[in-house]
């Protein structure tokens, strides 16, 4: 059976190799592929965006390298073709990440709209992916499904206009999501936490339903 992306990522992350545990998570996985996907970047600069130590992102580049997925030179990491195809399919599923300004839900100085597609239909009452930012490192989310135009909040509101207008206003603004489409919104006080890493783990609890293409 082949792997979904969520499968995929998780293994990359998980193998068992010998020596001391890994001190990544899939989040660190995923942060890495989004830089690269940007353009090449150096090893000792890779590590300080994703807050890690020299033997975390030798172990991170080994095993994107292992896996077809990054090549290295002087310019530094970058994706291979087969690693911009795996990033292709998965930004068509997340297509946007974008930082908004304070809003009426978050209060925080940065925060980030994600929105995931055609995935509303495995939000039931958002606490899990909510509570899975929180541990990843943000002061406030929240978890909404677009509904016939309309942002909803489970248990919170059905018409997150007629509640929160302005806030309502930049997420629409911001992401123009369609029918069934989940909108996260994250908030913390530094932009380091605030981005993609802290919505990683609320991509991997929604289970993108796709796999990778296997070259």
């Not at 309309?150 to 992401?175: G, M």
């Amino acid at each position: 059976m082949t792997p979904t992306f969520k499968q995929y990522i998780e293994n990359l992350a998980n193998q068992k190799a010998p020596g001391p545990s890994t001190t990544f998570t899939v989040s660190h996985i995923f942060f890495a592929l989004e830089l690269m996907a940007e353009k090449p970047i150096g090893r000792n600069k890779l590590a300080k965006k994703l807050d890690v130590g020299e033997g975390a992102i030798r172990t991170i580049i080994n095993r994107l390298k292992d896996a077809g997925l990054i090549a290295t030179s002087k310019e530094g990491c970058n994706l291979t073709s087969k690693g911009f195809n795996v990033w292709k399919q998965f930004e068509e599923h997340f297509p946007k990440r974008v930082e908004i300004g304070k809003t009426e839900l978050t209060k925080t100085d940065y925060n980030y709209a994600f929105l995931v597609k055609n995935s509303g239909h495995k939000i039931k009452s958002g606490i899990e992916q909510r509570d899975a930012a929180i541990v990843a490192g943000a002061k406030r989310a929240a978890i909404m499904v677009s509904k016939q135009g309309h942002l909803t909040i489970e248990s919170v509101s059905n018409r997150l206009e007629q509640q929160f207008p302005k806030a309502a206003d930049q997420i629409l603004n911001a992401v123009n999501p369609a029918d069934n489409d989940v909108v996260v919104l994250v908030g913390a006080d530094s932009m380091g936490k605030a981005n993609n890493r802290l919505l990683s783990r609320c991509i991997f609890l929604l289970q993108p339903e796709f796999a990778p293409t296997q070259y």
